[in-house]
Structures are given as structure tokens and as C-alpha cells.
């Protein structure tokens, strides 16, 4: 039997060449099948003819950022990122006065600081809150002004992109820790809570958000004292965190029933309270499940902020309708969205990114 | 429960004037409709030494989880070290702390290293400082031998070394009393011994034990009393020697040579 017994192990032998390479790839992904590569080829004669007109239509025909609207509409056929050239900081900064538009340029430039520093886990201890609290008192003085030598600018003023983030960065940022309130409550013990977390959860995702602002804008004032009255845009930021709150809330709670029940056990066993056991334990591991769904609302708040342009607050996406009912530059609505889209875009674009960079990081090592 | 109220436990170890840690008086609890524990009446002698066996579904499991109330029971009075179990928050908080448990399945912390398990009770229940915490977990890890581990996540160790740092973690609150339940049976077959050594030098060591389990070894050589379990009650306790060498009730007999004899 000393024949079935191998002494030596097998030296390692390369494998064979139709399984790897960039043939191998096409191979595997592109042709694998016959209606795979039907669909192959069907996608590159799409592309093929898709592809070169756009190119024309924005680059080879296109009239540069300097061009006018009297040479735009004589060379049609091209994109006229003149419209674009001139109307860009109205679009970016809405009526803001002209000569202080640095104030909102430099308030798109502290939001963005934050937001990057925001994204080293290393930075996550409670001093950095008190670095966002600076930051947005530098934003208020920035755009509201009145101090320091800065003119006043009422906030009917503001627009573009400083309203999209402030809508959206302040809106998460309070509505996150009220979703995870609201999370918590719906799996409280206690009925009352409960049933509280339950129903407001049920009835704002029961709503649609354009609604929700119509009542924060037109209803609310009918149940404010006389004489009372909150400022427009502030109502439309209470209608966002409402809402944020409670879809953040459900992404939540679906990470909070995915850990399992001996981790509450273990917590318990050990003497931790509530809190403690949440806040160490359970909230850790739970949020970290919820990230692609949270990641997700985000991203769709985010959007939906243009929503705000129905209670006459203009927004980016408000800024460039705006823009386009200027009479000489009537009709290059493809240019202005197009514009505002690829801005859209890059901010959901890198929110994706980074959330997929942190899943990775917060599941390294840690999984079984 | 005429039957089998603990004796005299066994000559090698002596249980001077009684002092009593656990006692248990007429506990009941139901699930819904199901009543799971009858009547239970236990008491336990400061450093001894408890294995509770039984079949499955019997309370066992239970029975020990309601002693740090992660189960609630519905009749009865339950006193702990001299605190009595009831709804009142303050006293499960103090119970647990002086009650160490260890799970079927480890249930460690997997977003916290194991020097981060070991040392996150004692430093927000006990209010340790940080050095101090983590000196006391490097001893324990040191004595449970997975040391070297103490940086590492849970995900990365095998089951017998988890159970240890399991066991390591209940142990740097400093309880009192530990409850084992089942603690090797979710282990692969050759990792068993490693957690088992660990818990026989716990005992050694004057430990106030009660451990939930199949190992019939282990009960034999380390423990005071066994105390056996079907349906809800306790048909028997008894020291180990009478236990397996003369049990008197049927029902204990049936589940000895089920579980001795394969």
C-alpha cells in the first residue's frame, strides 16, 4: 500500500491559460453565453451610435464659457456653456448680493472641510463636535453677516448650492441622532414610548414629503400664537429633519434586529445599564449593518431637497430654473441641468463612496 | 420535595457555618402557557461547586439564567449575596455585577478586541481606570492562557479560545458567583479540554460555581453536588459519588444510562 503514499508534496502548477488574462475576461463576462454575447454586441452599437453625437453636442460644436446668447442660438447644434459662463454664480449663489458672494463661496468651503475631516474615523470622539458647533457658527456669520464688519443678509436671500448643503448637512446631522431615539423607542419596553415611536414613524413615512413641507409652510402658521411666526426657511428645515428622522429611524431599526439576541445577553450579564449597553454594545454594531440603507437616504434626502423650490425657497435646482426664465438665455435648460446634475452627482457620488470605504474599514478583521 | 434536600457535602470540602450565597425559594415561571420551572428550591454554600444536568428542555438552562434575571421569574423569591431579584433596576444591576456568566455561544463582543471585551464592564460599571482595567484583563487573559491573543478580534480566534476570553471577560468584573451554561457544547470535540482546564482551576481556586452541562467528567471530578434536573423540577441533587453511583430516582436512572452508556 506504500504506493498510495505520497512522500512529496505537488509542486504548484500554473493554471490553464484559457482561465485567466483579459481573454479569459471577455470570455467570463462578456460572451459567457449566447444572449450575453447578443447583448454585448447590441450594448456596443448603442454605444456607437449614442456616444459620437453627445461628444459633438458637448464639446466639438459646443460654444465655450465666454460665448453669448445671440452667438449660441446662430451655431446651433452645439451645447452653449456660455449660458453657464454667465449665469454661474447666480446659479451657485442664488440672489445673494453680488459683491459678498464670497460669503457663500466660503460657506460651500467650510461645509466641505468638515464634511472631508468628518470622514477619518480618527476624528470621531466628542471634541470633534464641538469643531462642527464652530463651524457652523462660522456658516451663520458668513451668511447671515451683521457682525464683524459684514453687511446683514436676510436668509430670503440665500440660494444655490449653500442652501442645498445647509438643508441637507443640517438636516441629517439632527435628524440622525433623533432616528436612532426613534429606533430605540420602537423597540423600548416600555408601551407608551412604543407605541409614540410607532405611530410618528407611521405617520410620516405614511405622507408624502411634498405634503409635509406644505403643511410646515402653509399650516403650521395657523397653530403658532398671533404675532408669532417662524422664519420660512426654518420651517422647511423642521419638515426635513421630520422626515429624515423617520426613514433614518426604520434603516436603523433593521440593524438593530439584525444583532443577535445573546449580544443584549452578554451586556446584561455583565452589569451594563440600558444606555450603556446601547451606546457601547449593540449601537456600534448595529449602525454599521444599517450603513448601505442609511447611505441611502442620504443620498435621496439629499436630492429631495430641491423639493423646497414648492414653497419658493431656491435651492440649486431653484437657482437654475431661475436662471433660465432670464429672457435672452430662454430655452438652455439642457445646459442648466445638466450643470446642476453633474454637481448632484459628485456629492452623491462621493457619499456612495465613501460609505462603501467605511463599510469595508468597519468590517475588517471583526467578522466571523 | 421530600427527595434529596443537599447533604452534608462531601468530605473533602467543607462549607464553614453555611455561609450562603444563592437561595432560591419556590421559584416558578411560565412561557405563555408552558411552565417551565416548578416550584424550585435551591440554596448555595458560599464556594461550592454545582453541575446541573438534565435533558433537554428541562429548565436547566433557565433555571440559572433567571439567578442574573436574564430571566424573569413569575413566583417565588430569588435572594442573591443578600439582594432579592425583583423588578427593581437597581438590584439586577447589582446582582449582575457580582454574577459572572458564560454562554453557549461565547456571545463576545465582535466590534471589540478581546483586551476591549475584557475591559469594557469593569471600566463603566466597576469605574475602573483604563490602565488599571486593562492590567487586571492581561492577568486574567494570562491565566486563561490566550494572552498573546489580547489584541486581536473574536472573529479571529477558534471557539475553544473565544469560550476562554468568555470566561477571562466574566471573571475581570470580579463576580462572586459564576454560572456556566452549557459552556462546551456549541466547541468542536478537541477544543473542549482547554475550556474545561480553565473552568477546573476556577474551581480549584474556591470559585462559587454553577455550571450547566453534559460533561459527565467534569462533574464527577470537580463538582460539590450535582443537581439533576427533568421537566421543570429538580428530581435530585446529590454529591457526585451517590449521583452517579446510586441515584434514586427513576427518571434520573433513565438519563444516566441514556447519556452514559454510548
Given at each position: 500500500?506504500?504506493?498510495?503514499?505520497?512522500?512529496?508534496?505537488?509542486?504548484?502548477?500554473?493554471?490553464?491559460?484559457?482561465?485567466?488574462?483579459p481573454?479569459?475576461?471577455?470570455?467570463?463576462?462578456?460572451?459567457?453565453?449566447?444572449?450575453?454575447?447578443?447583448?454585448?454586441?447590441?450594448?456596443?452599437?448603442?454605444?456607437?451610435?449614442?456616444?459620437?453625437?453627445?461628444f459633438?453636442?458637448?464639446?466639438?460644436?459646443?460654444?465655450g464659457f465666454g460665448?453669448?446668447?445671440?452667438a449660441?442660438?446662430?451655431?446651433?447644434?452645439?451645447?452653449?456653456?456660455?449660458?453657464?459662463?454667465?449665469?454661474?454664480?447666480?446659479?451657485?449663489?442664488?440672489?445673494?448680493?453680488?459683491?459678498?458672494?464670497?460669503?457663500?463661496?466660503?460657506?460651500?468651503?467650510?461645509?466641505?472641510?468638515?464634511?472631508?475631516?468628518?470622514?477619518?474615523?480618527?476624528?470621531?470622539?466628542?471634541?470633534?463636535?464641538?469643531?462642527?458647533?464652530?463651524?457652523?457658527?462660522?456658516?451663520?456669520?458668513?451668511?447671515?453677516?451683521g457682525?464683524?464688519?459684514?453687511?446683514?443678509?436676510?436668509n430670503?436671500?440665500?440660494?444655490?448650492?449653500?442652501?442645498?448643503?445647509?438643508?441637507?448637512?443640517?438636516?441629517?446631522?439632527v435628524?440622525?441622532?433623533?432616528?436612532?431615539?426613534?429606533?430605540?423607542?420602537?423597540?423600548?419596553?416600555?408601551?407608551?414610548?412604543?407605541?409614540?415611536?410607532?405611530?410618528?414613524?407611521?405617520?410620516?413615512?405614511?405622507?408624502p414629503?411634498?405634503?409635509?413641507?406644505?403643511?410646515?409652510?402653509?399650516?403650521?402658521?395657523?397653530?403658532?400664537?398671533?404675532g408669532?411666526s417662524?422664519?420660512?426657511?426654518?420651517?422647511?428645515?423642521?419638515?426635513?429633519?421630520?422626515?429624515?428622522?423617520?426613514y433614518?429611524?426604520?434603516a436603523?431599526?433593521?440593524?438593530?434586529?439584525?444583532?443577535?439576541?445573546?449580544?443584549?445577553?452578554a451586556?446584561?450579564?455583565?452589569?451594563?445599564?440600558?444606555?450603556?449597553?446601547?451606546?457601547?454594545?449593540?449601537?456600534p454594531?448595529?449602525?454599521?449593518?444599517?450603513?448601505?440603507?442609511?447611505?441611502?437616504?442620504?443620498?435621496?434626502?439629499?436630492?429631495?431637497?430641491?423639493?423646497?423650490?414648492?414653497?419658493?425657497?431656491?435651492?440649486l435646482?431653484g437657482?437654475a430654473?431661475?436662471?433660465?426664465?432670464?429672457?435672452?438665455?430662454?430655452?438652455?435648460?439642457?445646459?442648466?441641468?445638466?450643470?446642476?446634475?453633474?454637481i448632484y452627482w459628485?456629492?452623491?457620488?462621493?457619499?456612495?463612496?465613501?460609505s462603501?470605504?467605511?463599510?469595508?474599514?468597519?468590517?475588517?478583521?471583526?467578522?466571523? | 420535595?421530600?427527595?434529596?434536600?443537599?447533604?452534608?457535602?462531601?468530605?473533602t470540602r467543607?462549607?464553614?457555618?453555611?455561609?450562603?450565597?444563592?437561595?432560591?425559594t419556590?421559584?416558578?415561571?411560565?412561557?405563555?402557557?408552558?411552565?417551565?420551572?416548578k416550584?424550585?428550591?435551591?440554596?448555595?454554600?458560599?464556594?461550592?461547586?454545582?453541575?446541573?444536568?438534565?435533558?433537554s428542555?428541562?429548565?436547566?438552562s433557565?433555571?440559572?439564567?433567571?439567578?442574573?434575571?436574564l430571566?424573569?421569574?413569575?413566583?417565588?423569591t430569588?435572594?442573591?449575596?443578600?439582594?432579592?431579584?425583583?423588578?427593581?433596576?437597581?438590584?439586577?444591576?447589582?446582582?449582575?455585577?457580582?454574577?459572572g456568566m458564560?454562554?453557549?455561544?461565547?456571545?463576545?463582543?465582535?466590534h471589540l478586541t478581546?483586551?476591549?471585551?475584557c475591559?469594557?464592564?469593569?471600566?463603566?460599571?466597576?469605574?475602573k481606570?483604563?490602565?488599571?482595567?486593562?492590567?487586571?484583563?492581561m492577568?486574567?487573559?494570562?491565566?486563561?492562557?490566550?494572552?498573546?491573543?489580547?489584541?486581536?478580534?473574536?472573529?479571529?480566534?477558534?471557539g475553544?479560545q473565544?469560550?476562554?476570553?468568555?470566561?477571562?471577560?466574566?471573571?475581570?468584573?470580579?463576580?462572586?458567583?459564576?454560572?456556566?451554561?452549557?459552556?462546551?457544547?456549541?466547541?468542536?470535540?478537541?477544543?473542549?479540554?482547554?475550556?474545561?482546564?480553565?473552568?477546573?482551576?476556577?474551581?480549584?481556586d474556591g470559585?462559587?460555581?454553577?455550571?450547566?452541562?453534559?460533561?459527565?467528567?467534569?462533574?464527577?471530578?470537580?463538582?460539590?453536588?450535582?443537581?439533576?434536573?427533568?421537566?421543570?423540577?429538580?428530581?435530585?441533587?446529590?454529591?457526585?459519588e451517590?449521583?452517579?453511583s446510586?441515584?434514586?430516582?427513576e427518571?434520573?436512572?433513565l438519563?444516566?444510562?441514556?447519556?452514559?452508556?454510548?
Amino acid at each position: 500500500m506504500t504506493d498510495n503514499v505520497r512522500s512529496v508534496g505537488l509542486p504548484d502548477e500554473r493554471p490553464p491559460s484559457n482561465t485567466v488574462g483579459p481573454l479569459a475576461w471577455l470570455r467570463n463576462n462578456l460572451f459567457n453565453t449566447w444572449y450575453n454575447a447578443v447583448l454585448t454586441v447590441l450594448v456596443l452599437a448603442l454605444l456607437a451610435t449614442a456616444i459620437p453625437p453627445l461628444f459633438n453636442w458637448l464639446v466639438v460644436k459646443a460654444h465655450g464659457f465666454g460665448a453669448d446668447s445671440t452667438a449660441c442660438r446662430q451655431g446651433a447644434g452645439g451645447a452653449c456653456w456660455g449660458f453657464i459662463g454667465e449665469k454661474l454664480r447666480f446659479i451657485l449663489f442664488g440672489t445673494f448680493p453680488w459683491e459678498e458672494q464670497w460669503r457663500p463661496l466660503a460657506t460651500i468651503a467650510v461645509f466641505i472641510a468638515l464634511l472631508v475631516a468628518s470622514c477619518d474615523r480618527r476624528l470621531w470622539k466628542p471634541w470633534f463636535g464641538l469643531v462642527w458647533a464652530a463651524g457652523l457658527a462660522v456658516v451663520a456669520i458668513l451668511m447671515w453677516g451683521g457682525v464683524f464688519g459684514l453687511t446683514y443678509v436676510e436668509n430670503t436671500l440665500w440660494g444655490g448650492l449653500p442652501l442645498t448643503i445647509i438643508l441637507s448637512v443640517i438636516g441629517l446631522a439632527v435628524a440622525f441622532p433623533a432616528a436612532i431615539l426613534l429606533a430605540l423607542g420602537r423597540r423600548s419596553n416600555m408601551p407608551a414610548v412604543k407605541v409614540l415611536c410607532v405611530t410618528y414613524i407611521e405617520l410620516i413615512r405614511g405622507v408624502p414629503l411634498i405634503s409635509l413641507l406644505f403643511m410646515a409652510s402653509v399650516m403650521l402658521p395657523l397653530f403658532l400664537p398671533n404675532g408669532v411666526s417662524i422664519d420660512k426657511l426654518l420651517r422647511a428645515q423642521i419638515a426635513f429633519i421630520m422626515f429624515a428622522a423617520a426613514y433614518m429611524a426604520e434603516a436603523i431599526r433593521g440593524g438593530l434586529q439584525a444583532i443577535p439576541k445573546g449580544q443584549y445577553e452578554a451586556a446584561d450579564g455583565l452589569g451594563l445599564t440600558y444606555w450603556q449597553k446601547m451606546r457601547k454594545i449593540i449601537l456600534p454594531q448595529a449602525l454599521a449593518i444599517s450603513i448601505p440603507p442609511l447611505v441611502n437616504t442620504f443620498i435621496s434626502f439629499f436630492k429631495d431637497t430641491s423639493l423646497v423650490i414648492i414653497i419658493g425657497l431656491y435651492d440649486l435646482l431653484g437657482t437654475a430654473k431661475a436662471a433660465l426664465s432670464d429672457p435672452s438665455w430662454r430655452g438652455f435648460y439642457r445646459e442648466a441641468y445638466l450643470f446642476i446634475g453633474v454637481i448632484y452627482w459628485i456629492f452623491c457620488f462621493s457619499m456612495s463612496k465613501y460609505s462603501q470605504k467605511l463599510e469595508r474599514d468597519l468590517n475588517r478583521g471583526h467578522r466571523r | 420535595m421530600s427527595q434529596a434536600v443537599s447533604q452534608a457535602p462531601n468530605q473533602t470540602r467543607h462549607f464553614p457555618g453555611g455561609e450562603e450565597i444563592i437561595r432560591c425559594t419556590g421559584v416558578n415561571k411560565w412561557y405563555g402557557e408552558f411552565h417551565v420551572l416548578k416550584n424550585v428550591n435551591l440554596t448555595v454554600q458560599k464556594g461550592e461547586r454545582i453541575v446541573v444536568c438534565g435533558p433537554s428542555g428541562s429548565g436547566k438552562s433557565t433555571m440559572i439564567r433567571c439567578l442574573n434575571r436574564l430571566e424573569e421569574h413569575q413566583k417565588g423569591t430569588i435572594v442573591i449575596d443578600g439582594i432579592e431579584l425583583t423588578n427593581n433596576l437597581k438590584n439586577i444591576e447589582l446582582v449582575r455585577r457580582e454574577v459572572g456568566m458564560v454562554f453557549q455561544h461565547f456571545n463576545l463582543f465582535p466590534h471589540l478586541t478581546v483586551l476591549e471585551n475584557c475591559t469594557l464592564a469593569p471600566i463603566w460599571v466597576r469605574k475602573k481606570p483604563k490602565a488599571e482595567a486593562e492590567e487586571m484583563a492581561m492577568n486574567y487573559l494570562k491565566r486563561v492562557r490566550i494572552a498573546e491573543q489580547a489584541h486581536k478580534y473574536p472573529g479571529q480566534l477558534s471557539g475553544g479560545q473565544q469560550q476562554r476570553v468568555a470566561i477571562a471577560r466574566s471573571l475581570c468584573m470580579n463576580p462572586k458567583i459564576m454560572l456556566f451554561d452549557e459552556p462546551t457544547s456549541a466547541l468542536d470535540p478537541e477544543m473542549v479540554k482547554e475550556v474545561l482546564d480553565v473552568m477546573i482551576g476556577l474551581a480549584e481556586d474556591g470559585m462559587t460555581m454553577l455550571c450547566v452541562t453534559h460533561e459527565m467528567g467534569f462533574a464527577k471530578s470537580v463538582a460539590d453536588r450535582v443537581i439533576f434536573m427533568d421537566r421543570g423540577e429538580i428530581v435530585e441533587q446529590d454529591t457526585p459519588e451517590e449521583f452517579f453511583s446510586n441515584p434514586k430516582s427513576e427518571r434520573t436512572r433513565l438519563f444516566l444510562s441514556q447519556i452514559l452508556n454510548h
